[in-house]
T-cell receptor
C-alpha cells in the first residue's frame, strides 16, 4: 500500500485564523479524499480532491470554508478557513491506488484544536 | 443511500477469549465492506475487506470477518483476543462504482489481561 504522510501532525490555532493541511503520497494514486473526525465521533467525508479541477464537496461542506487543492497525483492540501472551536477535529486524507483497487488507505491524521 | 450500523459502543473481553465486533449495512447495490482499526493518536489502519467470493475473509493481525448477505451483516472476529487489540474499530461500506465510504459510529474494544 502507499505511504501517506500529513503535515502538520497536530496544531493549536486561534479562532478566526486558517490552517492548511498537506497530504503527500509516495506513489501516484487515482483518488484522494479528505475526512473529518470530530471528538468521539466517526469519520465524515468532506470532499473528493480532484486532480486539476475543483474538489467535489459533500453535503454540509463548502469550498469557502474548506478549500482543497490537488495539483498532481501525489499531493493535496485542505485549508480550514476562519476557524472556530467547532472545527476542532482530526482531519484525515485517504487515497485509492492507481490500480483502481478497492481499498482506501488513510494518512495518520492532523489533530487540530481551535481555541 | 448507504449506511452502516455498529450496535455496540463498547466490547469488553478477557485476553484469550473470542472477540466479535458487530456490523450491519445498507446499500442499494452490491456492497464493498471494510474494517479499519484506530489506535490512540493514530490514523486508520486497514484490516480486511469483502468485495466478492468467499464469505469468510481473513485479514491482518489474525482478524477475520464473515459476510452474510441475508442478514446484511459483516461481523469482525478474532478467535483469541490480545491486550494489544484494544482499540477503536470502524466498519465501512461503499457501493460498486462509488469510492465514497460510509462509516459506522465505531466500537471501542477493551481486552483485559
Amino acid at each position: 500500500s502507499a505511504v501517506i504522510s500529513q503535515k502538520p501532525s497536530r496544531d493549536i490555532c486561534q479562532r478566526g485564523t486558517s490552517l492548511t493541511i498537506q497530504c503527500q503520497v509516495d506513489s501516484q494514486v487515482t483518488m484522494m479524499f479528505w475526512y473529518r473526525q470530530q471528538p468521539g465521533q466517526s469519520l465524515t467525508l468532506i470532499a473528493t480532491a480532484n486532480q486539476g479541477s475543483e474538489a467535489t464537496y459533500e453535503s454540509g461542506f463548502v469550498i469557502d470554508k474548506f478549500p482543497i487543492s490537488r495539483p498532481n497525483l501525489t499531493f493535496s492540501t485542505l485549508t480550514v478557513s476562519n476557524m472556530s472551536p467547532e472545527d476542532s477535529s482530526i482531519y484525515l486524507c485517504s487515497v485509492v491506488g492507481t490500480g483502481g483497487g478497492e481499498t482506501q488507505y488513510f494518512g495518520p491524521g492532523t489533530r487540530l484544536l481551535v481555541l | 443511500a448507504q449506511s452502516v450500523a455498529q450496535p455496540e459502543d463498547q466490547v469488553n473481553v478477557a485476553e484469550g477469549n473470542p472477540l466479535t465486533v458487530k456490523c450491519t449495512y445498507s446499500v442499494s447495490g452490491n456492497p464493498y465492506l471494510f474494517w479499519y482499526v484506530q489506535y490512540p493518536n493514530r490514523g486508520l489502519q486497514f484490516l480486511l475487506k469483502y468485495i466478492t467470493g468467499d464469505n469468510l475473509v481473513k485479514g491482518s493481525y489474525g482478524f477475520e470477518a464473515e459476510f452474510n448477505k441475508s442478514q446484511t451483516s459483516f461481523h469482525l472476529k478474532k478467535p483469541s483476543a490480545l491486550v494489544s487489540d484494544s482499540a477503536l474499530y470502524f466498519c465501512a461500506v461503499r457501493d460498486l462504482g462509488d469510492y465514497k465510504l460510509s462509516f459506522g459510529a465505531g466500537t471501542t474494544v477493551t481486552v483485559r489481561a
